[in-house]
Nanobody, 124 residues
Framework: QVQLVESGGGLVQAGGSLRLSCAAS????????MAWFRQAPEKGREFVAA?????????YYADSVKGRFTISRDNAKNTVFLQMHSLKPEDTAVYYC????????????????WGQGTPVTVSS
């Protein structure tokens, strides 16, 4: 069982930066692929970024965030990060951390564990 707790969300002006963190409890964190999803008001949840299990050498990004967002992980601290730069109003959403053992995927349904989300608001 894995429990995920996100932090780092907030209000930022367009063009600004934020760093989200997701702390995981439980054992064998390095065996889980980790991802970030987001859900904007009145929209469905969408994939943002994913990093593979173990040393995290493989990454997936949504086209809308490529070049602006970076996902990383620190297995010693059981934490995954999402560094966000050049934020836009359309990045406004609740950001969720998710985990799945082994598999690296962009698909929401592949992930077994989810955090409660942290809100990000980008003002224009």
């Amino acid at each position: 069982q894995v429990q995920l707790v996100e932090s780092g969300g907030g209000l930022v002006q367009a063009g600004g930066s934020l760093r989200l963190s997701c702390a995981a409890s439980g054992r064998f964190f390095s065996s889980y692929s980790m991802a970030w999803f987001r859900q904007a008001p009145e929209k469905g949840r969408e994939f943002v970024a994913a990093i593979n299990w173990n040393n995290g050498g493989t990454y997936y990004y949504a086209d809308s965030v490529k070049g602006r967002f970076t996902i990383s992980r620190d297995n010693a601290k059981n934490t995954v990060f999402l560094q966000m730069h050049s934020l836009k109003p359309e990045d406004t959403a609740v950001y969720y951390c998710a985990a799945v053992r082994g598999l690296l995927s962009r698909a929401e349904n592949d992930y077994d564990y989810w955090g409660q989300g942290t809100p990000v608001t980008v003002s224009s």
